[in-house]
């Protein structure tokens, strides 16, 4: 939970006992949160039924840095960015294309 914690410092993010809080802005101009569960993995359930589990830290920074798309999406963005490869079994033909 270091590197999460660290995540918190340098964007000055909330959280409480079970949340990351990541203040965003609406396309309104108005405030909003995002609440991720301090979990070590979060899951992202595809279309398809499968599924995949990526860690809280890189779904903390695809949030940040893509605020506007579904975490799903903003994970894929974020591996490309970062020349990341996938988990497995969050693979598929329609996925990071």
Do not use: W
């Not at 995540?7 to 990541?22: A, M, P, S, W």
């Not at 398809?48 to 975490?71: C, F, N, S, V």
């Not at 903003?74 to 497995?88: H, M, N």
């Amino acid at each position: 939970m270091e590197s999460i914690n660290e995540l918190i410092k340098r964007y000055g993010l909330e959280e409480d006992i079970e949340h990351v809080i990541i203040p965003l802005a609406d396309k309104k101009g108005g405030r909003k949160k995002c609440y991720l569960l301090k979990r070590r993995f979060i899951r992202i359930i595809y279309p398809g039924g499968h599924e995949a589990d990526y860690p809280l830290e890189e779904a903390i920074e695809a949030t940040i840095r893509y605020p506007d798309l579904p975490l799903s999406d903003a994970v894929c963005l974020l591996y490309r960015e970062l020349d990341i490869q996938p988990p497995e079994d969050s693979k598929d033909e329609n996925d990071f294309q």
